[in-house]
């Protein structure tokens, strides 16, 4: 599988150079939670039982919102041409996957990176937020494991997302229109659980936005391949 | 679909058996057979429009076949059912504008399992890239990410298929000789090159060569 | 690959074959079906005359799922076995439904004003139904938003796939969201009760509105067949498209 590790390797370097796009997600993420006390007021008691809420569609807007042209650039630069012609094992002769499989990989690569550049900082600020909303901080640990397995959905779906709305003229608006659709059964769960009655973490909606994230895991891999595979290249001649 | 008989026949190299492609509702190839063997190289002619790119995606499996085959078989010698290893250098370079020549290659050679370090060196120099390999491909020129394109074609496997959509675009003389030369050296060791271009590398390169004509109902060529 | 033009005919040869006879039916069914329901039924005896909406309201309901359903099935045909007549299907499907999505909603609407005593209610089923009405309209917007109109076929074919497998999780977690947060409400779970007398009317609705539904879908598809025939002339007559 060393492909899958030189497509996360080569994501999170290009990341890294790009870094600055990290901290407009994060400010894109502040700024909408600030949006909410500045619209209903200051005051904790009307903030304290829509902190929760407000984070997680906050969390959702700004993760879909770095969803924009992610497969653009390498559809442009014809990285997603190299990546798609069937592999052959320079030994054996034989292709030790076929070109469907080598785009599947891709995608979860991919994803596992812009998890790792957009979801973990995000959950990192997510503590900060709370103070800012005065949630109570017992709820601390619902809150970020069910956004740790929430943020993992969110992106398998911009993944779907960006690799069908991938070559569409008004990309990103489209693509938040047909995620967001398909992301309300992660905003339902994953507020559930971030919520629970006791001081229990695993509750039966964790386990539920666990299940939804595992089937977009099956999900997304073989739809972006299938999105992705025929492409025009540049113009013929 | 005739595979039996045909399958006998294509016991090695590329064969093309009434392919037809289509671009939208539109068959731009339309029933083309043709065959390349290893050892031998094939340009692509044909105006604009005649369809020279799309016959090299579809080779390099980009774009699906609406009916006919297309087979790239592994060299005689080799396990029967293998496939050829095919490289693709189209009109876009391959390359990611955030990393340097050298990380690129790297990247790819990790991607694909084709080359290694030593590879890497070995083409960077004989393309003429070693002065500019660390820097950012954002800062090159057009004649200089082509080179490092075309550089990634010496790290595959010797018995490779070369597709090559207009590689001499941007290149100067001295880079036109390198090519020319890694074609040369490529097929006298046996590989396959199939090259689409308006120019005539034809003079630089001193080896017998097929023509595939585009455009009309072509058949095979001499 | 040229089976494109012999299919598309023979389809539309059944389709034209079938027409008269399904307007036929349609029309009386309908007009029969609004009769007993806007006249000769029984008014409901907890809503009075508001109930008749309901000879609209589920038949909609019904025929927006129906075509949501028939939309994942072209999408499947198209990916797997990339048969152009599924590809207009698909086109020809995907406005029709969310115009029943949205009629649904309307009249759900139109309903819960004297129930409920407001003009929207996030009652499950209308909660779900607008989502389907947005997934509509994704659908058609991922059909029609790229330069060259036939590269939109696949990806919107992938959605509804998406979609085949995805909505009924929305439809499930929304039915969960609601029984949560249940709002007071005065509307027995599950509507009125069914008596004979509105069966018929509503069983008269449901065949007529699936006869209407299959009679735009035919025209919307003539169109569209017409349309790409027409295309297809323009370039042939233009010989070389010019490289795209």
Redo the contacts between chains.
């Keep these: 599988m060393?492909?899958f590790?030189?497509?996360i390797?080569?994501d999170l370097?290009?990341g890294w150079?790009?870094r600055q796009d990290v901290a407009v997600m994060l400010i894109f993420f502040v700024i909408i939670i600030a949006l909410f006390p500045l619209a209903f007021g200051p005051s904790a008691a009307i903030l304290e039982p829509l902190a929760v809420p407000i984070i997680w569609i906050a969390a959702l807007l700004s993760i879909l919102a770095g969803f924009d042209g992610l497969f653009a650039?390498?559809v442009?630069?014809?990285?997603l041409?190299?990546?798609?012609?069937?592999?052959?094992?320079?030994v054996?002769?034989?292709?030790p996957m076929g070109?469907f499989y080598q785009l599947g990989l891709y995608a979860v690569a991919k994803a596992m990176a812009h998890w790792v550049k957009t979801g973990v900082p995000l959950l990192l600020t997510t503590p900060l937020m709370a103070i800012m909303l005065h949630m109570p901080l017992h709820q601390l640990g619902a809150l970020m494991v069910a956004l740790a397995v929430g943020s993992c959905s969110l992106t398998l779906l911009g993944i779907?997302g960006a690799a069908?709305?991938?070559?569409?003229?008004?990309g990103g608006g489209?693509m938040a229109?047909?995620v967001?659709?398909?992301a309300?059964?992660v905003l339902?769960?994953g507020v559930?659980a971030s919520q629970p009655d006791m001081s229990v973490i695993v509750t039966p909606h964790l386990m539920l936005s666990g299940a939804?994230a595992m089937?977009l895991l099956a999900?997304a891999p073989p739809?972006a391949a299938?999105?992705l595979?025929?492409?025009?290249?540049?113009?013929?001649? | 679909m005739a595979s039996d008989d045909t399958s006998m026949r294509m016991h090695s190299g590329l064969w093309l058996d009434a392919v037809t492609i289509m671009r939208g509702i539109r068959p731009v190839i339309h029933d083309f057979s043709n065959h390349l063997d290893y050892g031998q190289l094939g340009l692509v002619h044909g105006g604009n429009g005649a369809g020279k790119t799309t016959l090299l995606r579809a080779i390099a499996g980009r774009i699906p076949v609406a009916s006919g085959i297309i087979r790239c078989a592994a060299a005689a010698g080799r396990t029967a059912s293998g496939d050829a290893a095919r490289l693709y250098v189209g009109h876009q370079d391959g390359l990611s504008s955030l990393m340097s020549g050298r990380e690129n290659l790297q990247s790819w050679a990790a991607m694909t399992g084709y080359g290694d370090k030593q590879k890497i060196e070995v083409a960077l120099a004989v393309l003429g890239c070693m002065d500019f390999a660390d820097s950012m491909v954002r800062s090159l020129s057009r004649g200089q990410r082509r080179r490092l394109a075309l550089a990634r074609l010496m790290l595959g496997p010797e018995t490779a298929l070369w597709l090559l959509d207009e590689p001499n675009v941007g290149l100067d003389d001295d880079a036109n000789d390198a090519l020319a030369r890694i074609i040369c050296a490529h097929i006298g060791n046996g590989g396959m090159v199939l090259a689409a271009t308006h120019l005539d590398l034809v003079a630089k390169l001193g080896t017998k060569r097929q023509i595939w004509t585009l455009g009309q109902k072509a058949h095979k060529d001499a | 690959m040229f089976d494109f033009m012999a299919n598309p005919t023979r389809f539309m040869r059944i389709a034209d074959w079938l027409f008269r006879p399904l307007l036929l039916v349609t029309a009386v069914t309908m007009a029969y079906g609004l009769y007993l329901g806007l006249f000769a039924s029984p008014p409901d005896y907890q809503q009075g005359e508001t109930v008749r909406i309901i000879y609209i309201h589920v038949p909609s309901a019904w025929l927006a799922l129906f075509g949501y359903v028939g939309l994942g099935l072209c999408g499947l045909f198209y990916i797997v076995w990339r048969h152009p007549l599924a590809d207009i299907a698909a086109r020809a499907i995907a406005p029709v439904g969310a115009m029943f999505a949205f009629l649904t909603l309307v009249t759900g609407a139109l309903w819960g004003k004297p129930m409920w005593g407001a003009w929207w209610v996030w009652d499950a089923r209308l909660t779900s139904m607008l989502i389907l009405f947005f997934f509509y309209l994704g659908v058609i917007a991922l059909a029609n938003g790229f330069d060259r109109p036939e590269r939109g076929s696949r990806p919107a074919a992938l959605l509804a796939l998406v979609g085949l497998v995805n909505v009924p999780i929305v439809k499930f977690s929304v039915d969960w969201w609601h029984t949560l947060h249940q709002p007071a409400s005065i509307l027995r779970r599950g509507g009125p009760a069914i008596d004979a007398s509105m069966l018929t009317p509503l069983i008269l609705m449901l065949i007529a509105c699936h006869g209407y539904f299959a009679l735009v879908v035919i025209l919307r598809m003539r169109a569209l067949i017409a349309a790409r025939r027409i295309a297809n002339i323009e370039l042939k007559r233009l010989g070389n498209d010019g490289g795209i």
């Design positions: 060393h492909n590790h030189a497509q390797k080569r370097t290009i150079r790009n650039d390498d442009r630069d014809g990285w041409d190299q990546i798609s012609i069937p592999v052959v094992d320079v054996s002769g034989e292709p070109s779907i069908l709305a991938q070559g569409a003229r008004r489209l229109l047909l967001l659709p398909l309300v059964p339902i769960f559930m939804l089937l999900l739809v299938m999105a595979s025929e492409s025009d290249g540049g113009s013929g001649s």
